[in-house]
């Protein structure tokens, strides 16, 4: 299993490795870590991978650049008529895309960001060309 590759997926699946979801220092060879510790016996042996301080707020061009990276990253959108603007961690989307389906695509993918904290989403079904 080692030297195996991992077998294609869908689109957007990176892996289809076997994942272990016990301790790390007992993950049998070949397994990837997963992403839940099944194991723990109370909230605090769960993982804390995304939280923050209670203080703390991302930045503007963090969550602009994230978002736009999301968006040229999706395999079944066309971003090229789109603009960003992020303010206060309110993202604004602009612009024009094919169809209704790609709006409420590019809003989700907004609100996977980090740090989003709402979306206003003033995209457009682009004018149909002849």
Avoid at 30 to 56: H, M, R, T, V, W
Avoid at 118 to 123: S, V
Wanted: net charge negative.
């Amino acid at each position: 299993m080692k030297n195996e590759q991992p077998k294609a997926g869908r689109p957007g699946e990176t892996s289809q490795w076997p994942r272990w979801e016990g301790p790390a220092e007992s993950r049998p060879s070949g397994y990837l870590q997963g992403e839940a510790n099944i194991f723990a016996e109370g909230p605090e042996q769960e993982k804390q991978i995304g939280k923050a301080p209670s203080d703390y707020e991302r930045p503007d061009d963090l969550i602009a650049e994230d978002v736009n990276e999301q968006l040229t990253q999706d395999a079944f959108l066309d971003p090229t008529n789109m603009s960003v603007s992020v303010e206060n961690g309110e993202v604004v989307l602009e612009g024009y895309v094919a169809q209704l389906a790609d709006k409420a695509r590019a809003e989700e993918a907004v609100l996977n960001v980090a740090g989003v904290t709402a979306c206003r989403n003033n995209l457009r079904i682009a004018p149909e060309r002849h």
